[in-house]
């Protein structure tokens, strides 16, 4: 067993990969075909959301006929995937952020890290934004949209599968979350979490500032920074990020 493991959760859209706008383009044609509405996304802000959660705005802004809303984006989520494969794979335009590759890259050989994912997206369409890059395989593990539309909550059961896939504890300031969003700093705050914001996002340093994380990095491609950092070998320094507290209390229970 490995002495002091750390487990870092990665979330996909703003801070691993950027899919072009190809993610929205996929929900509108599943919205036209089953309700003959168009545009359903328009004035929805997703960064940050659960997939359920963009779907129950879709319901409410467009005035969907729905009654059932978890047996409705069930439904959805089978037409959603469809085309968002179709556009996926032969759209350009996905990418994976500057840096990303070679930092997990260089993680997966890091005997002490550990690595998961924690996401909004479904898993069904989390693994296959990271397959568009050759990229999924280095997540054996994670917490996704569709174990819960509270991301707090799924974050803290992707913490649970990755306990049980590396035979871990991770133990309160052992286990980070990494994105680009208020939502992913305030979530991961909420199951004790450290928490790295990076500035690849929609949201900038002035936006993520009065969250708090733990740090503040523009982006993802100093991976000697990052691993000295979430060992807690370094002081920031040099402009790259801000410290700001230390580990948080208890681990709390959001389900």
Request: with cysteine; net charge negative; proline share 5%.
């Amino acid at each position: 067993m490995v002495k002091n493991p750390i487990l870092l959760i990665f979330d996909i859209d703003g801070t691993l990969a950027d899919s072009g706008g190809v993610t929205r383009i996929a929900l509108e044609r599943a919205a036209m075909e089953l309700y003959g509405v168009e545009r359903t996304t328009k004035g929805i802000a997703a960064w940050g959301q659960t997939d359920l959660n963009i779907f129950q705005l879709m319901v409410a802004n467009n005035n969907l006929p729905i009654e059932d809303l978890q047996q409705e984006f069930d439904r959805f989520s089978k037409l959603y995937v469809t085309h968002l494969e179709e556009i996926l794979f032969q759209s350009d335009r996905p990418r994976l952020h500057n840096g990303v590759r070679a930092l997990i890259e260089r993680l997966i050989t890091e005997p002490d890290i550990c690595i998961a994912l924690g996401t909004g997206n479904i898993e069904l369409t989390a693994r296959m934004k990271l397959r568009r890059h050759n990229f999924d395989h280095h997540f054996p593990v994670g917490g996704f949209g569709s174990d819960s539309s509270d991301r707090a909550t799924l974050l803290k059961m992707g913490l649970e599968k990755a306990r049980r896939h590396y035979d871990q504890p991770f133990p309160v300031g052992s286990y980070w979350v990494i994105g680009d969003t208020p939502n992913d700093i305030t979530s991961g705050k909420r199951i004790a979490a450290e928490t790295v914001a990076v500035c690849t996002g929609t949201y900038k340093r002035v936006d993520l500032i009065p969250h708090r994380p733990t740090a503040i990095l523009t982006d993802l491609t100093d991976s000697d920074y990052f691993l000295a950092l979430v060992r807690r070998q370094v002081e920031p320094s040099d402009g790259q990020a801000m410290l700001f507290v230390e580990a948080s209390g208890e681990e709390s229970d959001p389900l």
